[in-house]
Each structure stands twice: as structure tokens, then as C-alpha cells.
């Protein structure tokens, strides 16, 4: 540690230095996973085990997909009456916030009826080269 440096700083540096070995490691696991899954892919057998110590390592090839609807075009498909039946209205944030400007809805009223969550707090960490 510099001595001019104060404990505050060091632990900011502490944490950008854990941060990019963190991205770091990241990116060697995704792509060590990358090789695996071709590996497993490319054979019969999904899945593989190995030793290491004491412990039985197993990796499984696992796949999966998810459905994607085009809602404009089905919504034209199934026309308004059968839509409406399997879909349900939600807020509009921003419509709401429009008629509260306009004074069609008070202020007052949305705030009684709303409240804040507190979202866990992080630090944002940026490095720039000093010249």
C-alpha cells in the first residue's frame, strides 16, 4: 500500500482489482464451458464424470428452449373478444405519469397508493489510464 494512500482508497482498489479478476475468471469459465458443451455435444453421452480427490465431479449437458409469441400477430389472429380473454390489462407507468401532468389524475393520490423498495446497494466501479 502507498503511504500516502488511505485506507479508504485501498479498499476501492481492492475492490476493482477482485472485480477484474473476477471478469477474468469469468470469461475462462464460459469458455471452458463452451469446449465442454461441444464436446458433449458432439457424442452420444450428455454427460460426463471425473475424479478429483475425494469428490465425484459430473457435468451434464443440459438444453432447453423457450417459446417466443408474436403477440401483434396473434392478438390479429384471435381477434379482440378471444384476446381480451387471455391476456390481462397492466399499468402503464407512462401513461400514468402523463394524466398525473395533465392534473387527470392527482399526485396525491398515486403516492398513497405507492411506495419505494430500496434495491440492494452496490459500488460502480470505472478505471481510466492516468496520463
Known amino acids: 500500500m502507498n503511504e500516502e494512500q488511505n485506507p479508504n482508497e485501498a479498499l476501492l482498489l481492492r475492490v476493482a482489482k477482485l472485480k477484474a479478476k473476477a471478469e477474468q475468471a469469468e470469461a475462462t ?21 471425473a475424479q478429483c480427490g ?29 384476446w381480451a380473454k387471455c391476456t390481462k390489462r397492466v399499468l402503464d407507468k ?8 395533465t392534473g387527470e389524475i392527482n399526485a396525491v393520490v398515486v403516492a398513497a397508493n405507492s ?17
Not at 469459465?29 to 452420444?44: F, N, V
Not at 407512462?94 to 401532468?101: F, W
Open 29 to 49: 469459465y464460459r469458455e471452458a464451458q463452451e469446449d465442454l458443451i461441444a464436446l458433449l455435444s458432439c457424442g452420444e453421452d450428455r454427460t460426463i464424470t
Open 54 to 82: 475425494t469428490n465425484s465431479v459430473t457435468g451434464t449437458l443440459v438444453t432447453s428452449e423457450t417459446l417466443t409469441i408474436n403477440e401483434d400477430g396473434l392478438a390479429k389472429a384471435l381477434g379482440a373478444k378471444v
Open 94 to 101: 407512462k401513461k400514468l405519469e402523463a394524466l398525473i401532468t
Open 115 to 131: 411506495s419505494e423498495n430500496a434495491r440492494k446497494p452496490y459500488v460502480r466501479i470505472s478505471t481510466k489510464k492516468v496520463k
